[in-house]
């Protein structure tokens, strides 16, 4: 997965938003601590913080998957709403000290 993410990377940024937002789809609806689930989020986590900003050049590949989880900060399910926390504190630890969330995002 890691490999075909890298290629369309170099291809189509929106692509690769496109196949991390149906990843995100399938781990918010898996409740359970899965070892598959939790490689999953894993990799979700780590893979904007492993990628250059230049991926998108308006913001971080980061705050466009925040902006994906933000509407389900809420859900009725508790299950969804411990994957939405745990991946927003993933994203949020594994940004460096330089990173910036957008204005818009923190509103």
Known sequence: ALGKLRTWSAQDPGTVL????????HVLV?????????????????FP????????????????????????????DKGVRFRVCQLLTGFMNSLGEDAEISDDLFE
């Open 49 to 76: 913080a492993t990628q250059a900003e230049d991926l998108f050049a308006d913001s971080s590949l980061a705050n466009h998957l925040i902006e994906l989880l933000l509407p389900y900060h809420n859900a009725k």
């Open 18 to 25: 496109e196949a991390l937002a149906e990843a995100l789809q």
């Open 30 to 46: 898996h409740t359970k601590r899965d070892p598959a689930v939790e490689r999953l989020v894993s990799f979700l986590v780590a």
